[in-house]
């Protein structure tokens, strides 16, 4: 049978362990959805909207790896470039 300490112990280290490969996963995401989103917006693809383009492709670049802005930043890109 298992103590207290040790149960403690296991939960504690096993959502470390979780935690870091959410990171990770969070961050291969980020990455395949920045290039994603970058190609979409890129200003020479929209000509007639290219002060729009450039200011969502800054908002792309300044959230390269965080996951859920760059989420945020998909639904912009959909409504005011498409």
């Not at 291969?28 to 959805?33: C, E, F, G, P, V």
């Not at 290039?35 to 390269?64: F, G, Y």
């Amino acid at each position: 049978m298992m103590n207290i300490f040790a149960r403690l112990f296991y939960s504690k280290n096993h959502s470390t362990d979780d935690e870091a490969y959410n990171v990770v996963e969070s961050m291969a995401k980020a990455k395949q959805l920045y290039k994603e989103l970058i190609k979409q917006a890129h200003p020479d693809k929209h000509p007639n909207n290219k002060d729009v383009a450039e200011e969502l492709t800054t908002m792309i670049n300044n959230n390269r790896f965080n996951y859920r802005e760059l989420l945020k930043i998909k639904d912009l890109v959909n409504d005011k470039l498409a």
